[in-house]
């Protein structure tokens, strides 16, 4: 399989899941799709979920539109479904993530596990925010 076909199993499989959110990030004023958003898998028993990121287009990296999305994401897992904790993972030399999940007041764990691409390997930073109104 290519990775074009990889990813259109992943997204299908996504969009059918129970448990799994799959988002565009789309820029309103032009409709431009710049990235996506996936939430999950959520455990609804421990009422936790794990939530990944990704902006694709370097050039409009460092505009806002990851703390936006960031915003947007945790709102609808704390108010909509229900969620106490999301957790995940940042590449360590990801610097400007690791600086915006701080800004953010995400509270930052160990370096655990390796992330493999294109042959090299990135060590990967865990991370969470707490749902403070589920917490009291």
Not at 11 to 38: A, E, P, Q, T, W
Not at 114 to 127: A, C, L, P, R
Request: glycine share 6%.
């Amino acid at each position: 399989k290519s990775n074009l076909e990889e990813l259109e199993e992943l997204v299908s499989k996504l969009y059918l899941s129970n448990n799994n959110f799959f988002f565009r990030i789309i820029i309103k004023k032009d409709n431009r799709h710049i990235g996506n958003v996936r939430i999950g898998p959520i455990n609804y028993r421990k009422s936790v979920s794990n939530f990944g990121i990704l902006i694709g287009e370097k050039k409009i990296h460092n505009k806002g539109y990851a703390e936006e999305t960031f915003n947007i994401i945790k709102k609808f897992c704390f108010e909509k479904i229900n969620i106490s904790k999301i957790s995940f993972r940042c590449v360590e030399d990801n610097l400007p993530a690791m600086k915006l999940y701080k800004k953010l007041g995400c509270i930052e764990g160990k370096t655990t596990s390796k992330f493999h691409k294109d042959g090299y390997s990135y060590s990967q930073v865990t991370w969470k925010i707490n749902n403070k109104k589920k917490l009291k």
